[in-house]
């Protein structure tokens, strides 16, 4: 049972953004919130009729289904109309069979369980209304009616709604008069073809079981000149919303799917509370005027029509314009990316909630986590991590409906949005452009960071290294003859080729990734530049006001923070050199950098060649990945096993430093790192230090590196 203080109904749908669910599913919440109850509703995007592999796994975010957390369901039978998922479906309601269950629809060959509870509202009593209008406020005798498949049962019910209507008014029911199709466009064009082309009479009116119906007859009479209803008035059934796009305008009627929704959640809580469903009468409909009856529309109902018109045009905007998906394919990171998409969150229509949902190993190519990383889109606060089944860790405030809409890949579930709003609504197809940006964006990112992907690709370009997608030798030459002299620098930053204990390939190029990514982060101005030109060698082309000291230590201070390269490789294997270009050829820059590795390689080795290198080497590892320890000195002469006064002198002669002045330096180095990278406060950045008063930190910063704290970050932005 779910730790939530109110009930959770879940409501099982296919194609939430179709405006028959949205009423059904306005209605669901705003009676669930009257009744403090909270909504999950289970929905896919596409919802195709076949089977379709490509989408299959969008229909993985119905297992949560399973989870214990629902009190009850309520399923909208009729929007699934796929076979393979109406059986996935039960499957998984059988699991569930101390649930009571509300089903919406009419019920359907193989898709049945005996604890479904159906209500609808009545298609016989609705097309009674709409005969009965075209009678009794019109004065008409001869009506058709077009109905859809003649073996499904909604079909044969609303002729007989047709039928009761015509003879309650005295008028003979004829069979020649009832024409059957299948509930769209084509059906009502074809119909308009028998009236013109004179193979039927043009009767008084022709009534059509839905309004797609409706639209192909009435685009049909337009092209060919017919008047309507001059010619002959036409209803419609279902309104579905687009009459502003057909001609004229179309009277049309609709079922109460919002006062069927509410009556779900009631029954539903009837059936919680005393153990039994109350009665159920089927809503009555409504007749939307319009003007092919002759009744004319209705100036509210205009007004309405145009606002969702507006609404979506808006949103059609910002979808087709949005540079979203261009910045989401920038991103390295998760962070980066959730980042990007709260800049966006513009583009979700008057949503009170967002979250970005993934399973725990979502990059992965077949994810198989039972656990979620839970990332809200519309503020900036920490991931929230639960059991897939225990979602209502993230419900919160007052009651809400929350909408489980899929993120996938190809056949790959990688978690799912979660979306809410603080009133009875729903989001529409709009939606679905914004989700597929965010699942399509999300997959390259996995690529940019699937070390089997990079080391697999083909290099694109002749200028570019095929491991970390910089620049080659030959990219940075012609970069370097391109680019602005003026305080110009090119740094040097060299690794080893490999470590002494001979790691695996796929680690160490885990550690050059990581390591690329810190010299990224060194080139973080517009115009800088970086390469990998050999297997060994990064190059920086940096615009900098400093020397190259500072330089040197700057990227040495970043590098040392990336824990991959770190562990496999250590504080001791690599150099750092600068120099300035001013207006000297490539060629000259290299000649100067490499003599200048000469010489950091030749220190080094007499730092190796110290008798108690291997021992001290350890020792600054430890200091260096884990600075904010060091203020205790007990502990730092601890990590050695001889005297204080001894370990001091040959930390002195080994490295040229005293070991406390290296434990200053490899903190002022995280710092260093956090300033460039966070936007965190300097007093938080004091404290992941390692220091308790956040002054000194201030005063030791300033004496280490020449600059206060708020000067260094200002330098790197």
Request: charged content about 25%.
């Amino acid at each position: 049972m779910h730790q939530n203080a109110r009930r959770i109904f879940g409501v099982i749908t296919a194609s939430a953004a179709d405006i028959e669910q949205r009423e059904v599913l306005r209605g669901i919440i705003r009676k669930a919130q009257q009744e403090n109850i909270d909504t999950a509703v289970l929905s896919n995007i596409y919802n195709p009729s076949e089977t379709e592999p490509l989408l299959s796994a969008e229909n993985g975010i119905y297992d949560l289904i399973l989870s214990e957390e629902f009190d009850g369901f309520i399923l909208l039978s009729e929007s699934i109309i796929n076979p393979d998922l109406q059986k996935n479906i039960l499957n998984h309601l059988r699991k569930q069979s101390h649930v009571p269950i509300v089903v919406i629809g009419t019920p359907l060959p193989y898709f049945v369980l005996p604890q479904f509870f159906f209500i609808n509202t009545s298609d016989e009593a609705d097309l009674e209304d709409i005969t009965s209008h075209l009678i009794e406020q019109h004065g008409m005798t001869e009506i058709h009616i077009l109905t859809g498949y003649k073996e499904i049962q909604a079909s044969g019910k609303r002729v007989e709604g047709y039928r009761r209507a015509l003879e309650s008014h005295g008028i003979p029911y004829q069979e020649k008069n009832v024409f059957y199709g299948n509930f769209w466009l084509n059906s009502g064009q074809e119909q308009a073809q028998k009236y013109i082309s004179g193979a039927l009479a043009f009767p008084q009116a022709l009534i059509c079981c839905n309004d797609y119906m409706a639209y192909g007859f009435l685009d049909e009479c337009i092209m060919q000149d017919i008047p309507i209803p001059e010619k002959t008035a036409v209803i419609g059934y279902e309104y579905i919303r687009e009459r502003r796009y057909h001609s004229p305008l179309l009277t049309t009627y609709r079922r109460n799917r919002q006062a069927l929704g509410e009556e779900a959640v009631r029954l539903l809580t009837e059936k919680l509370n005393s153990g039994t469903y109350g009665t159920f009468s089927p809503p009555k409909g409504t007749l939307i005027p319009g003007d092919t009856c002759g009744c004319g529309a209705e100036i509210q109902d205009i007004k309405r029509e145009i606002r969702d018109m507006q609404t979506k045009s808006k949103y059609d905007f910002l979808n087709l314009f949005s540079q979203l998906e261009q910045r989401l394919t920038e991103c390295r990171t998760i962070e980066e990316f959730t980042a990007k998409c709260r800049d966006f969150r513009f583009m979700i229509r008057e949503a009170d909630k967002l979250f970005l949902c993934l399973y725990e190993d979502w990059y992965e190519e077949k994810p198989v986590s039972e656990h979620m990383v839970c990332y809200n889109l519309l503020s900036d606060e920490a991931p929230i991590l639960y059991h897939k089944q225990e979602f209502s860790a993230i419900f919160r405030g007052k009651s809400a409906p929350y909408y489980f809409c899929p993120l996938f890949f190809a056949q790959c579930l990688l978690g799912y949005i979660i979306l809410s709003f603080d009133h009875p609504d729903t989001f529409d197809h709009i939606f679905r452009n914004w989700l597929k940006s965010i699942s399509n964006s999300l997959e390259f990112l996995c690529m940019k960071n699937d070390i089997r992907y990079l080391t697999q690709c083909q290099n694109l370009s002749e200028q570019r290294d095929t491991l970390t997608g910089m620049y080659n030798e030959k990219g940075m030459r012609n970069a370097y003859q391109s680019a602005d002299k003026h305080q110009l620098f090119l740094t040097a930053l060299q690794i080893p080729e490999k470590n002494t204990s001979g790691m695996k390939e796929a680690d160490r190029i885990s550690a050059v990734l990581d390591c690329a990514e810190a010299v990224r982060q060194f080139c973080g101005n517009p115009g800088d530049i970086c390469g990998k030109v050999t297997e060994t060698m990064f190059l920086c082309l940096v615009h900098s006001p400093n020397d190259t000291v500072f330089l040197e230590r700057h990227l040495s201070a970043i590098l040392h923070q990336h824990m991959t390269y770190m562990q496999e490789f250590g504080t001791d294997s690599f150099f750092c050199c600068a120099v300035p270009c001013h207006m000297r050829s490539y060629a000259e820059c290299h000649a100067e950098y490499t003599e200048q590795l000469v010489q950091k390689m030749k220190i080094r080795t007499e730092q190796q060649n110290h008798p108690h290198y291997k021992e001290l080497h350890q020792i600054r590892n430890q200091i260096w990945l884990n600075p904010e320890a060091t203020f205790n000195s007990e502990e730092v002469y601890a990590l050695y096993s001889g005297s204080k006064g001894y370990f001091r002198q040959i930390y002195r002669q080994c490295y040229g430093i005293t070991i406390h002045d290296d434990c200053t330096s490899a903190r002022v180095a995280r710092a260093q790192y956090l300033l460039t990278v966070t936007v965190l406060s300097i007093s938080e950045i004091a404290r992941q230090c390692g220091y308790a008063d956040s002054k000194y930190f201030m005063r030791q910063f300033q004496q280490e590196t020449g600059f206060t704290a708020v000067q260094y970050r200002n330098m790197m932005r």
